[in-house]
């Protein structure tokens, strides 16, 4: 008959009972994840959200890089700056979900992003 001292081992057990646990928790959370994800879809779409965007990048834009070459007289970040602004402002033009959409807004993003960087280190 097998003896019934505890094993040298029962502290795996503990650890086998718990990663069970987080088993199940990332089970049910991935399963509310997707329905949530789903529900707001529809709500990432909205064009609201792209406009919303857009004045925004142009409000902080403007501000940030128009007092950069204030400050510093450079103006190039300006000029990068702006000519992402106006990708993503014409992206918005374009049919969306389209390739063609989704390339001018990214890559006006990057610009704009690069025109901020460019910014930043003028002031260096």
């Given at each position: ?76 970040p ?22 063609g ?17 460019l ?6």
């Amino acid at each position: 008959m097998a003896s019934l001292s505890p094993s040298r081992f029962t502290h795996l057990d503990g650890w086998a009972i718990g990663l069970s646990g987080l088993c199940v928790l990332h089970c049910l959370a991935t399963a509310v994840a997707i329905g949530l994800l789903s529900s707001f879809a529809g709500l990432l779409e909205a064009p609201i959200i792209h406009e919303g965007g857009l004045a925004l990048a142009i409000l902080l834009g403007g501000l940030a890089l128009g007092n950069g070459a204030r400050k510093h007289g450079m103006l190039l970040p300006v000029a990068v700056g702006a000519l992402g602004l106006g990708m993503m402002a014409g992206s918005l033009s374009l049919p969306h979900g389209t390739s063609g959409e989704i390339a001018y807004s990214v890559l006006g993003v990057l610009l704009l992003a690069f025109g901020h960087e460019l910014n930043r280190r003028a002031y260096w």
